[in-house]
T-cell receptor
Framework: NAGVTQTPKFQVLKTGQSMTLQCAQD?????MYWYRQDPGMGLRLIYY???????DKGEVPNGYNVSRLNKREFSLRLESAAPSQTSVYFC?????????????FGPGTRLTVL | SQQGEEDPQALSIQEGENATMNCSYK?????LQWYRQNSGRGLVHLIL?????REKHSGRLRVTLDTSKKSSSLLITASRAADTASYFC????????????FGEGTQLTVNP
C-alpha cells in the first residue's frame, strides 16, 4: 500500500497564479484533511472532508478551495496565489474525524510563491 | 478551539539519555495523540492516550496524562540518533471529540 500520496513534491508559483495540489489515499479512509505548516510551527488545518461528498473549513481556509473528488482523492486549489501562501502543505487521512483515530500523512508539497 | 503547547521548544541530549517532552492544553479532552516528524517528511503517529488513561507504553515510549493539570508528557528512553525529529501533541479540536488540533512541536536533537 502506498498510503497517502501527494503531487507535486515541489512547486514555485508567481503571485496571482493558480494551481491544484493533489492527494490520494488507498486505505479506504472516510476522512481527509489539508494542513499547512510554516517554519517552526505546528500544523494548521485548511479544510477537511469528513466523508465523501462533504467538505468543511478549518482554521485557515481563506484563499483556498477543495474538492473531494471521490473517496480516495481530495484536492486543494489555490485560485490566486499570494506570498503568504508559501508553506509546506500536508494531506492526511483517517478512518473518521473522531479524535481517537490516527491520522496518516503524505510526504508534503513545498510551495513557494514569489 | 484549543491547541496543545509543547515544552520545551527544543531539546538537545546525548545518545543513551532519556528525553522528556511536555504538552499542555486548555480545556477538557477526550483523546491526546503524539506524532513524530522527521525533517522534510510527513507526521507519523506514535501513540494515543484516552482521557480515562493515565499512562501508556509503546517500546521505548512512555506517555502520561494528567487531566487535572491538563498536561501530557512523552518520555523516550535510551534515546538514539534516529530519534532526532520534531514531536507534536494533538488534542481534540472540540470537546465533542471531533478532529485534532496540533501543537507547535518540540525539536529533539540526539547527539551521537
Amino acid at each position: 500500500n502506498a498510503g497517502v500520496t501527494q503531487t507535486p513534491k515541489f512547486q514555485v508559483l508567481k503571485t496571482g497564479q493558480s494551481m491544484t495540489l493533489q492527494c490520494a489515499q488507498d486505505m479506504n479512509h472516510n476522512s481527509m484533511y489539508w494542513y499547512r505548516q510554516d517554519p517552526g510551527m505546528g500544523l494548521r488545518l485548511i479544510y477537511y472532508s469528513a466523508s465523501e461528498g462533504t467538505t468543511d473549513k478549518g482554521e485557515v481556509p481563506n484563499g483556498y478551495n477543495v474538492s473531494r473528488l471521490n473517496k480516495r482523492e481530495f484536492s486543494l486549489r489555490l485560485e490566486s496565489a499570494a506570498p503568504s501562501q508559501t508553506s509546506v502543505y500536508f494531506c492526511a487521512s483517517s478512518e473518521s474525524v473522531r479524535s481517537y483515530n490516527e491520522q496518516f500523512f503524505g510526504p508534503g508539497t513545498r510551495l513557494t510563491v514569489l | 478551539s484549543q491547541q496543545g503547547e509543547e515544552d520545551p521548544q527544543a531539546l538537545s541530549i546525548q545518545e543513551g539519555e532519556n528525553a522528556t517532552m511536555n504538552c499542555s492544553y486548555k480545556t477538557s479532552i477526550n483523546n491526546l495523540q503524539w506524532y513524530r516528524q522527521n525533517s522534510g517528511r510527513g507526521l507519523v503517529h506514535l501513540i494515543l492516550i484516552r482521557s480515562n488513561e493515565r499512562e501508556k507504553h509503546s517500546g521505548r515510549l512512555r506517555v502520561t496524562l494528567d487531566t487535572s493539570k491538563k498536561s501530557s508528557s512523552l518520555l523516550i528512553t535510551a534515546s538514539r540518533a534516529a530519534d532526532t525529529a520534531s514531536y507534536f501533541c494533538a488534542t481534540d479540536f472540540e470537546t465533542s471529540g471531533s478532529r485534532l488540533t496540533f501543537g507547535e512541536g518540540t525539536q529533539l536533537t540526539v547527539n551521537p
